[in-house]
């Protein structure tokens, strides 16, 4: 932590992280894995990101938190590294030394995050060698051992690492599910979640702007794409363990700055698994698509999808964020609340007191701020190196 003079760069690290990160992973997963050209890839790649940047379901803590935003934004970004560097390593035989290593150091990092990303990476794991073993390519298995014991180990020692049991003691009542329970609950709100707010009129449309594109893909590629139930019912699976780990720990869910990483997820996965039935389907019925009728599809949708953009920003501007962020500085409340912290850091830097009381910030904008990131308050004292701060209005606590 080299300031807070410095917090002004969170948005961009956070929001450039996740965009590298989306780009460089369906780069390798559709260039790299099934041949697709770089511009396709590229179109997929930004397409998927802009959705995610602008869509996050908690906005604060998806970029504008650093803490938060670092151990889950950051580490659900080093998870789909860890993807793409899996695929390059599999796939080609080229730099297999040096990609294997890449993998296991990003495996560090997502092992030894959140726990959320932590399970999913060991899933990835299993996942690919079911793959490899699926299609009969078991000389391949050797290159998972370092990325994928990386990986494991990183999980396992994250697990019992004592920290982690005192944070639990001091969330204070904890209502666990249990390992079966847990397990259960997950499939039923994940069901939840995408027949509720991720399935809107932005999931539609990103369903239609990809169509082209990955029909054109998927005619290029031999693969045979088997059993799409099965590989969809995998995929349903995959995002579902992602709530375990929060449900068995402390019996909640719906966390902001979890349901980011959800919805990243859940946003890949339509891609991911539109293709897949799209490559299906073309293998079964031999389908062809129009070249100027791709052309035309992709103007139409894109314009649309720009259309509800613009329309949504005017009608509720929390809901995008690029429009969020021009209404709070268009409101004035942004100015406003980076006063009020300025004012009280200063204050706190200035004073010897043994109680030290400041104003409490705006609850706008909502950009900025959040109840989530107020529980974690009381260790403004101790990054000071001062014995008490309270708010006014809580100065006899």
């Not at 314009?303 to 962020?325: D, W």
């Not at 004035?332 to 850091?345: F, T």
């Not at 974690?376 to 004292?381: P, S």
Request: proline share 3%.
């Amino acid at each position: 932590i080299w300031g807070e003079q410095y917090y002004h760069l969170t948005p961009a690290l956070l929001s450039g992280l996740l965009s590298i990160a989306v780009l460089i992973f369906l780069y390798q997963f559709f260039h790299t894995l099934f041949g697709a050209g770089k511009k396709e890839a590229g179109i997929l790649g930004c397409l998927l990101a802009i959705l995610a940047l602008q869509l996050a379901p908690a906005k604060v803590s998806a970029f504008y938190w650093w803490n938060g935003g670092i151990h889950y934004t950051g580490a659900f970004s080093f998870l789909l590294l860890f993807m793409a560097f899996l695929i390059h390593e599999i796939v080609r035989k080229e730099k297999r030394v040096l990609y294997s290593v890449l993998a296991a150091w990003i495996a560090v990092m997502v092992g030894g995050g959140n726990l959320v990303t932590a399970l999913i990476g060991n899933v990835v794991t299993g996942y690919v060698i079911l793959i490899l073993l699926w299609r009969k390519r078991k000389d391949l298995l050797k290159y998972l051992a370092l990325p994928g014991g990386a990986m494991l180990v990183a999980f396992c020692i994250n697990v019992v690492a004592p920290g982690n049991w005192i944070r639990q003691g001091k969330s204070g009542e904890i209502v666990s599910y249990g390992v079966i329970g847990s397990i259960l609950k997950s499939f039923v709100l994940c069901i939840q979640d995408i027949a509720g707010d991720w399935t809107g009129i932005f999931w539609v449309f990103l369903i239609l702007m990809a169509l082209p594109v990955l029909w054109a893909i998927a005619a290029k590629t031999e693969f045979g794409f088997p059993l799409p139930g099965v590989i969809t019912l995998a995929g349903y699976c995959f995002l579902s363990a992602m709530y375990a780990p929060q449900l068995f720990a402390l019996g909640q869910w719906g966390t902001g700055r979890i349901e980011n990483i959800m919805y990243d997820m859940f946003l890949i996965l339509t891609v991911v698994l539109e293709f897949y039935w799209i490559g299906w389907i073309q293998k079964k019925q031999k389908l062809c698509w129009n070249a100027d009728s791709h052309l035309k599809w992709y103007g139409f949708c894109t314009g649309m999808t720009v259309l509800c953009f613009l329309l949504v920003s005017l009608a509720s501007p929390k809901e995008i964020t690029s429009a969020a962020i021009v209404n709070a500085v268009r409101s004035g409340e942004a100015q406003a609340y980076a006063d009020a912290i300025k004012q009280n850091i200063e204050t706190i830097k200035n004073s010897d007191e043994a109680l030290i009381l400041i104003q409490e910030p705006p609850k706008t904008p909502e950009l900025f701020t959040t109840d989530e990131i107020e529980t974690w308050r009381f260790g403004t004292a101790e990054y000071y190196g001062k014995n008490k701060i309270r708010y006014y209005e809580e100065s006899d606590r």
